[in-house]
């Protein structure tokens, strides 16, 4: 391989190039990324080179005075005026640009070492989701998260063998269940909701209710693959996919996202469409209750129920509580035909 093509063939990126810049050694691994590699960037787009070795280089390693950026792992810029202060700071990006195009390239250093820190901070965060099913709050970093999605779909520029080394350290079944639950059926933000339809705070319930149907639809997209939690690339995901479900809900989705249908000077229509956003989400979570048990790696839907209802004691809790009200949005995506979430508000 001479060449990456990217843009429909439009752009001929030189391998040699990609390596001139990545500054790789013998043993370092080398990925081409983004949305480029994946075929749904643009031509404002980065294209994205991570570069893994057992050791990241330092500032007086690189020609910075050749690169349009040079970064530091402290975040500090690299230029002729600081380079003797600097020079032995270890070097997290290059930001160079392609001859003859505007596509930026960020060439970002990791180590091997690093990368089996993450996979296992993975595997941590899966066994502890798998345990404590009524909320996630633990979470990876935005980068951690950017390289595994990148690691998923990456096109290997130098030593190809690598890239399968470093894929099998991951699950992706496990990723994509976390990134489900980071996202899934916040009971927080349905109280957000509800409170404000009961002190007549219509716009705020409408936007809230809004953003809220993105977050479940977007779950739900990372429960069937998508490995990307940024949600700036949701709706290219959403058009791309020909899942099944995801295409009986696409039309309504958006029907619900642009308001058609709904006089939004109106508040009676206001109403509607919160009511309405809360049915949505309840058709996402009786198809989520389908895909769940599916997955091999965490408890079918049964067990998550007797899981759920040991941790809300739900023998011993009166069914108008609180802690009812949570256990019961909470089963949503593990039993069908649940009331409508639409019927507990007062």
Not at 55 to 75: C, E, F, Y
């Amino acid at each position: 391989m001479n060449t990456i093509k990217i843009l429909n063939d439009q752009v001929d990126v030189p391998v040699e190039f990609i390596l001139d810049n990545a500054y790789a050694g013998e043993d370092d691994l080398v990925l081409a990324t983004s949305s480029l590699i994946e075929g749904i960037g643009n031509k404002y787009s980065d294209l994205d080179i991570y570069v893994f070795k057992t050791q990241l280089p330092t500032a007086g390693q690189i020609k910075h005075s050749k690169h349009h950026r040079v970064l530091t792992t402290n975040r500090t810029i690299v230029s002729g005026s600081n380079i003797n202060d600097v020079e032995d700071e270890e070097i997290l990006l290059v930001h160079t640009v392609i001859p003859g195009t505007d596509i930026k390239v960020d060439v970002e250093f990791k180590t091997f070492q690093s990368i089996e820190k993450i996979a296992d901070k993975v595997d941590s965060l899966f066994e502890y989701s798998v345990n404590n099913l009524e909320m996630l709050s633990k979470q990876l970093l935005p980068r951690e998260n950017s390289i595994i999605h990148r690691i998923f779909n990456a096109l290997p520029v130098k030593n190809e063998s690598k890239l399968s080394e470093i894929q099998s350290l991951f699950s992706k079944e496990k990723y994509c269940y976390l990134a489900y639950r980071w996202l899934a059926s916040d009971f927080s933000v349905l109280l957000d909701i509800f409170g404000a339809l009961s002190k007549r705070e219509l716009d705020r319930a409408v936007e809230m209710s809004q953003c809220n149907l993105k977050s479940q639809l977007q779950a739900f997209l990372h429960i069937k693959g998508c490995t990307n939690v940024d949600p700036k690339w949701m709706y290219t995901y959403l058009h791309e996919s020909d899942c099944e479900e995801i295409r009986h809900l696409r039309a309504s989705f958006f029907d619900l996202v642009y308001f058609f249908g709904y006089d939004m000077t109106q508040n009676l229509d206001k109403e509607k469409y919160v009511l309405d956003c809360l049915d949505f989400c309840d058709r996402i979570f009786d198809y989520t209750v389908e895909v769940l048990n599916e997955y091999s790696l965490t408890p079918d839907n049964d067990n998550s129920l007797t899981l759920l209802a040991e941790r809300y004691n739900v023998n011993d809790i009166d069914d108008s509580s609180y802690e009812y009200m949570e256990y019961t949005y909470r089963s949503k995506v593990y039993t069908k035909g649940t009331e409508p979430t639409r019927s507990w508000i007062s």
